[in-house]
């Protein structure tokens, strides 16, 4: 049950005082009615079935799930996901944000790492997710089951989450792996913002991998020096091989939501940029410098441009691929 109490999106749910703490930013691009009309009225609920739990079995899965010592990032923002597949922790005395949830597999991994660092997962209060192919949504239902957090996503992402099963209009339709249904998605209209406690997280629509790819955004303070966080979803142009990014009538905004996404990549401001799969930002190299004493090896206020850059230039090369194949 969910109700609005003094402006806010509050909800009522397993945890005592839970309403207290839920909050939803009203900051730019939110309306409040909106929420109210819509997101009450749109609140996803799966069926009464218990999720299945889904194990893929895929090549690179055990080799993504390889167990990874969770650290401090920078400030309140923790790595809590495993070798291949970034999750994170944004923490507040009001709660906790977590993104991301690995493989099915990897939700016992995330959790560890949470208790590890002295977290609670019942103070958990808001679950986001960046896309929904199984390597990043497949440990969401355990995690949300085991910490009675709320799953935000995308309008587009949503439904998805809920069904287990991504839609026709995913480049990878043909070849995703279902993910364990997540009981229940509150989506969040693009440019909004989810809040916990003091906690604001900005989510920027950078589709085209899928249809619902969601970037996230945040500050996060060390003492009094304040770094914004970017959370880069997926940029890659991959498909299904009877799958055209240039000619999708499941998706024919792929190409526009690729460049639409690029462009709020390079304008957003962007200190450290944190990736699903942490190679694709360099983690482990990164951190590698900073563990060697470069005390700001994360931080590179160019690589949310340069991430935007270099997967331009990979669909571009897909894209003219694409187009020598056409009659
Ligand atoms: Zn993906």
Redesign the pocket.
């Known amino acids: 049950m969910s109700c609005i109490e003094g402006g806010h999106l509050t909800t009522a749910g397993q945890h005592a005082g839970e309403a207290r703490r839920h909050d939803w930013s009203r900051g730019l691009g939110t309306v409040v009615s909106l929420l109210a009309a819509t997101l009450l009225a749109a609140t996803l609920l799966a069926s009464a079935a218990l999720p299945a739990q889904v194990t893929p079995n895929c090549s690179s899965c055990a080799v993504w799930n390889t167990p990874q010592a969770p650290f401090r990032i920078y400030g309140n923002t923790y790595y809590v996901g495993t070798r291949g597949l970034t999750a994170l922790l944004i923490t507040s005395s009001d709660g906790h944000v977590l993104i991301d949830g690995g493989l099915s597999e990897s939700a016992p991994l995330i959790a560890a790492s949470i208790r590890a660092l002295g977290f609670r997962l019942e103070d958990i209060r808001a679950i986001v997710n960046s ?1 929904v ?1 199984y ?2 949504a497949g440990g969401l239902a355990e995690l949300q089951r085991l910490s009675g957090g709320e799953v935000f996503a995308s309008s587009r992402s949503a439904p998805v989450l809920v069904r287990g099963t991504v839609g026709r209009d995913d480049p ?1 339709y043909a070849i995703a792996f279902p993910i364990a249904a997540v009981a229940r998605v509150r989506p969040i209209p693009a440019g909004d913002s989810v809040r916990v406690g003091d906690l604001t997280l900005h989510a920027l629509a950078t589709a085209g ?2 249809p619902g790819g969601t970037s996230w955004t945040w500050r996060s303070c060390d003492g009094h020096r304040c770094l914004s966080l970017v959370y880069g979803d ?1 940029q890659s142009a ?1 498909s299904a091989d009877d799958f055209l990014f240039t000619k999708s009538a499941d998706y024919p905004r792929a190409l526009e939501d690729f460049a639409a996404g690029f462009a709020a990549l390079e304008q957003v401001r962007c200190d450290i940029l944190l990736t699903p799969h942490p190679d694709a930002s360099a983690m482990w190299d990164r951190l590698a410098k900073r563990e060697g004493g470069a005390r700001d090896a994360l931080r590179d206020s160019s690589a949310c441009r340069r991430y935007a850059e270099t997967a331009r230039r990979a669909l571009d090369k897909r894209v003219s691929a694409e187009r020598a194949k056409m009659p």
Do not use: E, K, L
């Open positions: 896309h192919h390597d990043h990878q991998h899928t997926s991959i």
